[in-house]
């Protein structure tokens, strides 16, 4: 599998997220009461996996590599990534404290809650667009299969090293269980 195929795969669960999140926004738009919890694991799931390990996949990995092969980094579409994932950091801190407030509050602040949630699907969806149609056809294009081979085994050991074992998969029962839950 190349590196990019592997990133591509982990954007159908994070995209699969969002649309949780996104359910969860219409609810408390309507004043309904959502379950903290399930906000909490939602913000650890894009603080540990989208965060830690998809972009530390990119940013430590991916990135470097096209910088070398050429894509540039300055004034190009690796700074635009870059900046787009301190972007999400920022929403996801929002997030964050707004669930805090939801939670001390009994439910108060569950307004503020979605409009960041809402700033992060957009800024995600778009970015993950980005990613998948310019910037992944470009690494592919730019960096050789053998490094790709290389760099999907180095993506490997980093998730293992920056997530630890097991917690991929457990993101993926979350998923289940958001799904059922808010989906349907």
């Known amino acids: 599998m190349k590196a990019t195929?592997?990133?591509?795969?982990e954007h159908e669960g994070i995209r699969l997220m969002l649309q949780i999140l996104e359910a969860i926004?219409?609810?408390l738009e309507?004043?309904?009461r959502v379950n903290p919890g399930h906000m909490?694991?939602?913000?650890?799931f894009f603080r540990v996996f989208v965060d830690r390990c998809h972009h530390g996949k990119e940013e430590l990995?991916?990135?470097?590599?096209?910088?070398?092969?050429?894509?540039?980094k300055q004034d190009g579409p690796l700074g635009v990534m870059l900046a787009e994932h301190d972007m999400g950091r920022g929403h996801v801190r929002g997030m964050a404290a707004a669930l805090e407030r939801y939670t001390s509050e009994n439910g108060q602040a569950g307004s503020q809650l979605a409009a960041h949630a809402r700033e992060y699907i957009a800024l995600l969806n778009q970015h993950i667009e980005k990613e998948n149609k310019v910037l992944f056809p470009m690494a592919d294009a730019h960096v050789p299969?053998?490094?790709?081979?290389r760099l999907y085994e180095e993506f490997e050991k980093l998730e293992e090293e920056k997530i630890g074992p097991g917690v991929h998969e457990e993101f993926h029962k979350l998923l289940?269980?958001?799904?059922?839950?808010?989906?349907?």
């Open 5 to 9: 195929e592997q990133l591509r795969a």
């Open 176 to 184: 289940d269980n958001l799904s059922k839950a808010y989906l349907g």
């Open 30 to 32: 309507a004043g309904e």
């Open 25 to 27: 926004c219409l609810k």
């Open 61 to 72: 990995l991916l990135f470097p590599v096209m910088e070398v092969a050429g894509v540039p």
């Open 40 to 44: 909490e694991k939602i913000i650890e």
């Open 145 to 149: 299969a053998s490094k790709q081979d």
